[in-house]
């Protein structure tokens, strides 16, 4: 799919959801916890790759963290600045962070490549792999499925990925996973959450 197809689309309906996901309370708290303690692992910064509006930049800033959330999505980084006039925010993808090698301690990509088709799902990884230093962390939510397959997603198809294929994929990018969870958040779709560390380099 298209990046230009999937920006498009959220571009379309970005004031309904600034409106239904621009604060942090619409996570549930298992997940903010998940994450707040992944993240209190790193000192050094951390991207929010795929920020939206900005609400897991500025939870994890008001943590003490530091953090900048990336987007392709114009839409999206306005309404970050204009709610969270504080935090950091720039315009940018999965694909291309505008990060130097080993600049950042940790990438979180919430639901962020959940529109990446599976045969496309190596290049943002590769490039999470490139901005992190050795050691440095990723974390992932994603859909979990017992298919890797498409399906009618709200915005624009998205896909579900099995745990221990997504798991692969993150490995043969440099990673070691470090951590794996699932669970049923509806009587269609499970939500996943994976953790993994950069390897050093060979």
Do not use: K, N
């Amino acid at each position: 799919m298209r990046a230009t197809t999937v920006v498009e689309a959220y571009a379309a309906r970005s004031a309904e959801y600034v409106e239904r996901f621009g604060q942090i309370e619409s996570a549930a708290a298992d997940d903010r916890r998940s994450v707040l303690t992944w993240a209190r692992q790193y000192a050094g910064p951390i991207l929010d790759v795929g920020c939206g509006p900005g609400q897991w930049t500025r939870y994890l800033a008001e943590h003490g963290l530091s953090v900048t959330g990336i987007d392709p999505t114009p839409e999206f980084i306005a309404a970050a600045r204009r709610h969270h006039p504080d935090g950091s925010f720039r315009l940018g993808s999965a694909e291309h962070l505008g990060a130097r090698d080993g600049e950042v301690d940790g990438v979180l990509a919430w639901y962020s490549l959940i529109h990446t088709p599976p045969e496309e799902i190596d290049a943002p990884l590769a490039e999470f792999a490139r901005c992190l230093r050795p050691g440095g962390g990723l974390a992932i939510g994603f859909f979990a499925g017992e298919e890797c397959a498409p399906f009618d997603h709200a915005v624009v198809t998205a896909y579900e990925w099995p745990v221990e294929l997504l798991a692969s994929r993150i490995e043969a990018q440099g990673f070691s996973v470090t951590g794996a969870q699932a669970r049923v958040e509806s009587a269609s779709r499970t939500h996943g959450f994976m953790t993994a560390r950069r390897r050093p380099a060979q």
